[in-house]
């Protein structure tokens, strides 16, 4: 089982633990593909490229991530840029017909900068 590393570079051993590495999400890959917004961060988009999903902040270009699957409809987001040490969870909460009604965030370490208030942000699926 790949070992979750922390900002700190510290192996989270007890996140990774608990993780069932043998779960599989919900949905196909492209139906969590789209754009999300938060009332107060604005839009973020998921987008399936190349059998993979790869989140974008509109507002901050840094923020670009790819997202692997970690267990049921949770995914990490790794962002490209290494530097942003503030890798994170996102998990998607689906609707009795299996469409996603929103998506959580949370950072995968403790020790993530305060700034990075991904627990604050509700993504919901922007419908055209």
């Given at each position: ?11 989270d ?26 009332a ?77 208030d ?11």
């Amino acid at each position: 089982m790949p070992r979750l590393k922390s900002a700190s570079g510290a192996t989270d051993s007890q996140t990774a633990s608990a993780r069932n590495a043998a779960s599989k999400p919900s949905l196909p890959l492209a139906k969590y593909a789209g754009t999300y917004s938060d009332a107060w961060y604005g839009d973020i988009t998921i987008a399936a490229e190349r059998e993979k999903l790869v989140m974008r902040f509109s507002h901050t270009p840094d923020l670009v991530g790819d997202m692997e699957h970690w267990q049921y409809d949770t995914f990490a987001v790794r962002w490209r840029n290494r530097e942003i040490r503030a890798d994170a969870f996102v998990t998607f909460a689906l609707t009795p017909d299996g469409s996603i009604d929103s998506a959580k965030m949370k950072a995968m370490s403790p020790a993530t900068d305060f700034s990075f208030d991904f627990q604050d942000l509700l993504l919901k699926p922007r419908h055209p």
